[in-house]
């Protein structure tokens, strides 16, 4: 599977970034999610979309961070605002293996295929 990620960098507090993720075309139709991992702690879910455009966010980012993707560009897309030092991550683009129950999931174990990773930084 191919990835490329973009869009990471530093920010204030309050400050917004969007995240971008292209994604071989084969996978786009597969569950496709945002993962952070912030140094010392476990890689945990951020956001994801099925297929059918179902979509789950973790409860940290509710109402912050806003999931898309663009079929024509084979693009994820992770749009995030109000940021808050506690958003300061390796973020991680990743799609499921095949296609299944995976709508709404935010687990780490049900994702195969991972990005190299993005960092963002978010200062005080």
């Known amino acids: 599977v191919h990835f490329v990620e973009s869009g990471g960098g530093s920010v204030e507090a309050g400050g917004s970034l969007t995240l971008s993720c292209e994604i071989s075309?084969?996978?786009?139709?597969?569950?496709m999610g945002w993962f952070r991992q912030a140094p010392g702690k476990e890689r945990e879910g951020v956001a994801s979309?099925?297929?059918?455009?179902?979509?789950a966010f973790a409860d940290s980012v509710r109402d912050r961070f806003t999931i898309s993707k663009d079929n024509e560009k084979n693009t994820l897309y992770l749009q995030m605002k109000r940021l808050k030092p506690e958003d300061t991550a390796m973020y991680y683009c990743?799609?499921?293996?095949?296609?299944?129950?995976?709508?709404?999931?935010?687990?780490?174990?049900?994702?195969?295929?991972w990005g190299q990773g993005i960092q963002v930084t978010v200062s005080s």
């Open positions: 075309e084969y996978y786009f139709e597969y569950t």
């Open positions: 979309i099925d297929f059918d455009r179902t979509i």
């Open positions: 990743a799609v499921v293996q095949a296609r299944g129950p995976y709508g709404g999931s935010l687990d780490v174990g049900d994702f195969y295929y």
